[in-house]
């Protein structure tokens, strides 16, 4: 089972910055995406940013110019700089991890999510 661990969430005023980290750890054989998701209670878990294994990244517009997302092959770990935060940046924030791994003599498709951590913009 791959299991990930976020950190790096927390309150800030408009203007400023956070950096979330999700290191994912477990019996892997590959990682082909990273991203990160982002979710106000009671609507849907939306899009925010994310990196294949080619480096290619994807942004959701709001926050292009704003949020980097990044990943360490070398440590499992995808990481997401917000910059220039404003208030509707406020939310649950997902990792989640595609890859492939093993277990057993099998090697398996698998999607794992985060615990998830808040992010919270305010003066």
């Known amino acids: 089972q791959v299991q990930l661990v976020e950190s790096g969430g927390g309150l800030v005023q408009p203007g400023g910055s956070l950096r979330l980290s999700c290191a994912a750890s477990g019996n892997m054989l590959r990682i082909s995406s990273m991203g990160w998701y982002r979710q106000a209670l009671g609507n849907q878990r939306d899009m925010v940013a994310t990196i294949n294994d080619d480096d290619q990244t994807n942004y959701v517009d709001s926050v292009k110019g704003r949020f980097t997302i990044s990943r360490d092959n070398a440590r499992n770990t995808v990481y997401l700089q917000m910059n220039s935060l404003k208030p509707e940046d406020t939310d649950v924030y997902y990792c989640?991890?595609?890859?492939?791994?093993?277990?057993?003599?099998?090697?398996?498709?698998?999607?794992?999510w985060g615990q998830g951590t808040q992010v919270t913009v305010s003066s």
């Open positions: 989640n991890v595609v890859g492939t791994e093993v277990i057993g003599l099998n090697r398996l498709g698998f999607s794992s």
